[in-house]
């Protein structure tokens, strides 16, 4: 989307949104770069209205969920990849603890890579995946921040076979 109405958007902000991704798309395609819609929290809050909207308006529109952001709002990653698994090209990988705080590193919290793996394989996702770690602002960390990525490395070697 194009930004946080801090409320559910109107049909005209959606049609106006579709409008500026649509331009953005017909830019990038012109230079072979393919577009993929990332989510935080308020693009898929209130049952994906955000999400829904855009999509009933560019149905060819591609996906790069976080899919650490949409447990945040409430959505299961894996009901997620099974609606819109044709349209998935990219995904962002955090992990949290079950009080939606972020962990150090992938595998070290509670969020269900084996059943997200699952569904990937079920909806033959060909795309491409990044570990996106991110911290609070008041965060000590463990252990140095090479050695957190070394360890989610492996994570998503082992689980989802990246």
Known sequence: SVGDAGRKKTDEELDYQAEVLRKIMA????????????????????????????????????????LDWLVQAGVDPVRFIREFGDRLVFLHLRDQKADKTWVEAMGEGDMDYAAVSKALKDVNFAGHAVVELAHPRDFKPTRPLRDSLKISRQFVRDTLGY
């Not at 990038?28 to 929290?41: D, G, I, K, P």
Request: charged share 25%; glycine share 4%; proline share 5%.
């Open 27 to 66: 830019i990038a395609a012109s230079h072979q770069v393919v577009v993929n819609l990332h989510n935080h929290t308020y693009e898929v809050r209130d049952e994906l209205h955000d999400l829904r909207g855009t999509l009933a308006r560019i149905p060819e529109a591609k996906l790069g969920p976080d």
